[in-house]
């Protein structure tokens, strides 16, 4: 069975969100833990901001025993998830992570960013060898859906980001942005979004932190902004009016009393915020200051939907192609799980063949009539490769199995063959 188990901006708040997040650097252990269990054959986990999802085949147990794996991975009582966990099977579970890989389960709608996120946790579970044949063909089979999605319908037009709300944000609490300086902590692509977006509503002043200095500096000069490490935070918040972060770090970078400090040596000018990490850049209880204005990623809300209204008929059109492309790996799947049993037909059938093959050569090399070996050869060869089938149809109906009697008919007899006239 195919499984996906979700845990995202939807069902859970952000505290929740925070628990169950993974690591970069927690990703191999889980996923060799993971696929450790008996249960589960294939393995790939997605863990983003807004979302942390296992995505598994399951050879027969009980798809709870991920759940109980996930909380006991992140050591938090199971009741505390099964509220808002989501489960999908098989084919609603393919559908769930095209929809995802589009952008059509995104709080900014067709945002293109889990994109390279799903492409970036299939890579890892590929590299740490937890991918079996089905989720790779299923994973490929999502790109390419995503790819069309993309290239068909409207659904990347007029792009609005988390990235884009947050400086949008930002350009409501301020009359000008104009006349602001922006701190941004972290150097990946949501910030390097962000850092183009206030680029581009003229920013006063960008400073780039983050742990790798080197990293920082190429956005800075990318930008027109100044580098530094995240041991200068506390200097750099003094001259800041916008800090926008989104980083990996497991723990908060700024906490209250920094922030305090760096208030009182502004003389209490206020400071925008906005928290893009998962988990929290920046501690709740800095939200508490006066003159702080701190926002978490589901406070972008107001903007996102806008955004929301604008893509609704792509969004429709997206979930036609969608549907559509489910069916067709549906099929190709049913397709290809029967191509086990052909293989043990067509070794079955070619044992029997070389068997009478070797009788028949062993009579001709006793010298006896080609023509009546090859009789003898046809005759044995049809008998032999028809008598496990025809004890078995047999068998069916003395027990009255109506199913197999209709489906051996239909798999067995060729009526276009019976038809046709004997040379």
């Given amino acids: 069975m195919l499984l996906s188990l979700g845990i995202n901006h939807k069902s859970a708040t952000l505290e929740v969100r925070e628990q169950v997040a993974f690591s970069s650097s927690q990703m191999a252990l889980a996923l060799e833990d993971l696929t450790s269990l008996d249960e589960v054959e294939e393995a790939a986990i997605l863990s983003t901001c807004n979302r ?49 890989a589009c952008g059509l389960d995104s709080m900014v709608l067709g945002e293109p960013q889990i994109l390279g996120q799903i492409k970036s946790a299939y890579q890892t579970a590929r590299t740490h060898h937890t991918l079996g ?50 701190l941004l902590i972290g150097a990946g692509e949501t910030i390097e979004l962000v850092a183009r977006h206030l680029r581009e509503a003229g920013i006063q002043g960008i400073i780039v932190a983050n742990r790798t200095r080197e990293r920082a500096q ?23 009016d916008i800090v926008i972060s989104s980083t990996g770090s497991p723990t908060p970078l700024l906490g209250k009393g920094i922030v305090e400090s760096a208030l009182k040596t502004r003389k209490h000018r206020p400071i925008f915020m906005v928290d893009i990490a998962i988990p929290r850049d920046i501690e709740p209880q800095v939200g508490e200051l006066d003159d702080i204005f701190l926002y ?17 008929a ?42 009478a093959e070797a009788e028949a050569l062993a009579a001709l090399s006793r010298g006896q009539d080609p023509e009546r070996v090859i009789q003898k050869l046809t005759q044995q060869l049809t008998n032999r490769l028809l008598h496990g089938t025809t004890s078995r149809i ?30």
């Fill in 133 to 182: 044949s089905d989720l790779e063909r299923l994973f490929q089979h999502t790109f390419a859906v995503a790819k069309q999605v993309r290239t068909e319908t409207g659904i990347g037009e007029n792009p609005v980001s988390v990235a884009y709300a947050a400086v949008n944000l930002a350009g409501r609490i301020f009359d000008d942005i104009r006349q602001s300086r922006a």
């Fill in 218 to 240: 190429t956005l800075a000069d990318e930008v027109g902004g100044v580098a530094i490490g995240l041991d200068e935070l506390e200097n750099a918040l003094v001259c800041a």
């Fill in 52 to 100: 942390t999802e296992i995505y598994c085949r399951l050879e027969g147990g009980d798809e709870r025993l991920v759940l109980e794996w996930l909380g006991h991975f992140h050591r938090l009582p199971i009741d505390s998830l099964e509220h808002c966990a989501r489960w999908h099977r098989d084919g609603e579970a393919v559908r769930h992570l095209m929809r995802v």
């Fill in 394 to 423: 047999r068998a069916a109906s003395g027990a009255e199995r109506v199913d197999l009697i209709q489906a051996a008919e239909e798999l067995l007899i060729d009526d276009s063959a019976l038809h046709q006239e004997s040379p």
């Fill in 296 to 312: 978490s990623i589901d406070d972008l809300n107001d903007v996102i939907s806008e955004n929301r209204r604008s893509r609704q």
């Fill in 314 to 355: 792509a969004a429709d059109q997206a979930e036609e192609m969608i549907l559509a492309n489910v069916s067709a790996w549906q099929h190709e799947r049913r397709v290809r799980s029967a191509g086990d049993l052909i293989r043990r037909h067509r070794h079955q059938a070619e044992r029997l063949r070389a068997e």
